[in-house]
């Protein structure tokens, strides 16, 4: 991968950064709150790769498990503060 970036002449936290605005965008199209823990995992490792260095697996490991155990704390955050309707256990 280290090829492919010096041939576009990005560093691998901007790949990060692009990534997460991608799924923002993802986020904005698909509008139901799964890609926004995704995005900000990616956010998380570009300043990561900023302040560590760049290793791919380590950098994909931590992509993937910040993901998955944000999807519940961010889909609860946007069911609560976004999502005005009772909840069936609240009625």
């Known amino acids: ?3 492919l970036l010096a041939v576009w002449e990005v560093g ?3 790949v990060w ?3 997460a605005v991608g ?3 993802v986020e904005v199209l698909a509008t139901s709150g799964f890609f926004l823990s995704f995005a900000a995992s990616a956010l998380i490792v570009a300043a990561k790769v900023m302040l ?3 290793t791919l697996l380590t950098d994909a490991l931590m992509f993937a498990a910040l993901g998955v155990l944000l999807v519940v704390p ?3 955050f946007l069911r609560r503060f976004l999502d005005r309707t009772k ?4 009625l």
């Open 12 to 14: 691998a936290a901007s």
């Open 23 to 25: 799924l923002v965008i």
């Open 52 to 54: 560590l260095g760049a």
């Open 74 to 76: 961010f889909r609860a």
């Open 1 to 3: 991968m280290n090829q």
């Open 87 to 90: 909840d069936i256990n609240d």
């Open 17 to 19: 950064v692009i990534l």
